[in-house]
């Protein structure tokens, strides 16, 4: 199990003069599953940006084991540490097996000599993410459903003991959302690896994670278990959502009914009446 530890310590990030994340403190569990959620422009992203360095903050710091991220050599950090951003770009022509083999820079000499290790990382991201038969393809052709995947594949050749990824079910159909999740829970049973991941839907991010971190306007709001994160009071409040919050009938973690504006059951035709507890 991973023992890198990556934390937030009065944390501010901005934009030129607008400010997303103000004086945010957040301690990563080594070793667990992070899911992140919160409305639309609530400053998920620029936080998981801030924490891989992409984003030099304003002011605060980001500590991995205990030194500020800063001050580590950029590819050391590289060894440790893996992002899939929200809005990755490949380079145009790239083939599927080259992109997910530059997630393997970080651990190459300075020749950046090729090595069967490399390839053997490079084979089984590609089948982890079901992406080995588009290896010889550009990635220009492919759909954003393969695309995804594919970029996925290269955070996996990374073989990093810290994953940070953006929305990584983005563009991904119900199965294919559940293949990835079912593949990062995965890796974190059989390696160790400490995954922190953007989830816009609440319902399975309260299913995969094992630490839930509700975001508002920039700032946390609540963190810890699903169970004690995913209730109706919070989702109202920080989402503007009216629900109901019961038992999942797979997992037993909290589920989501949204109340909406849809019609009362017994204004629909041929139904029956159905009373919702409390």
Same mark, same amino acid.
């Given at each position: 199990?991973?023992?890198?530890?990556?934390?937030?310590?009065?944390?501010?990030?901005?934009?030129?003069?607008?400010?997303?994340?103000?004086?945010?403190?957040?301690?990563?569990?080594?070793?667990?599953?992070?899911? $992140?959620?919160?409305?639309?422009?609530?400053?998920?992203?620029?936080?998981?940006?801030?924490?891989?360095?992409?984003?030099?903050?304003?002011?605060?710091?980001?500590?991995?084991?205990?030194?500020?991220?800063?001050?580590?050599?950029?590819?050391?950090?590289?060894?440790?540490?893996?992002?899939?951003?929200?809005?990755?770009?490949?380079?145009?022509?790239?083939?599927?097996?080259?992109?997910?083999?530059?997630?393997?820079?970080?651990?190459?000499?300075?020749?950046?000599?090729?090595?069967?290790?490399? @390839?053997?990382?490079?084979?089984?991201?590609?089948?982890?993410?079901?992406?080995?038969?588009?290896?010889?393809?550009?990635?220009?052709?492919?759909?954003?459903?393969?695309?995804?995947?594919?970029?996925?594949?290269?955070?996996?050749?990374?073989?990093?003991?810290?994953?940070?990824?953006?929305?990584?079910?983005?563009?991904?159909?119900?199965?294919?959302?559940? @293949?990835?999740?079912?593949?990062?829970?995965?890796?974190?049973?059989?390696?160790?690896? +400490?995954?922190?991941? $953007?989830?816009?839907?609440?319902?399975?991010?309260?299913?995969?994670?094992?630490?839930?971190?509700?975001?508002?306007?920039?700032?946390?709001?609540?963190?810890?278990?699903?169970?004690?994160?995913?209730?109706?009071?919070?989702?109202?409040?920080?989402?503007?959502?009216?629900?109901? $919050?019961?038992?999942?009938?797979?997992?037993?973690?909290?589920?989501?009914?949204?109340?909406?504006?849809?019609?009362?059951?017994?204004?629909?035709?041929? +139904?029956?009446?159905?009373?919702?507890?409390?």
């Amino acid at each position: 199990m991973s023992t890198h530890t990556l934390d937030a310590e009065g944390l501010t990030l901005a934009y030129e003069d607008r400010t997303v994340v103000h004086e945010l403190t957040l301690r990563l569990a080594p070793g667990q599953v992070t899911a $992140v959620v919160g409305p639309n422009a609530c400053g998920k992203s620029t936080l998981l940006r801030g924490l891989s360095r992409l984003l030099t903050p304003t002011a605060g710091t980001v500590l991995l084991d205990g030194t500020a991220i800063a001050d580590r050599p950029t590819r050391e950090v590289a060894r440790l540490l893996g992002l899939l951003p929200q809005t990755a770009v490949a380079p145009e022509g790239i083939t599927v097996a080259d992109l997910v083999g530059r997630g393997r820079f970080p651990h190459q000499g300075f020749w950046r000599r090729w090595s069967a290790a490399d @390839e053997n990382a490079v084979a089984a991201a590609l089948t982890a993410t079901g992406t080995a038969a588009l290896a010889d393809r550009s990635v220009d052709e492919l759909s954003g459903g393969q695309r995804q995947r594919v970029w996925i594949a290269m955070a996996l050749a990374q073989e990093t003991d810290i994953l940070l990824l953006d929305e990584p079910t983005t563009f991904l159909d119900l199965a294919h959302q559940i @293949e990835v999740l079912d593949l990062l829970a995965e890796l974190n049973a059989e390696r160790g690896t +400490t995954v922190v991941m $953007v989830l816009h839907d609440l319902n399975l991010a309260a299913r995969y994670a094992d630490v839930l971190v509700a975001m508002q306007d920039g700032r946390v709001v609540r963190s810890g278990p699903p169970a004690t994160v995913v209730t109706e009071e919070l989702v109202t409040r920080v989402f503007g959502l009216g629900c109901r $919050v019961v038992a999942d009938p797979v997992t037993g973690t909290p589920l989501v009914v949204p109340i909406g504006r849809h019609r009362a059951p017994t204004d629909l035709p041929g +139904t029956t009446p159905v009373e919702v507890p409390a």
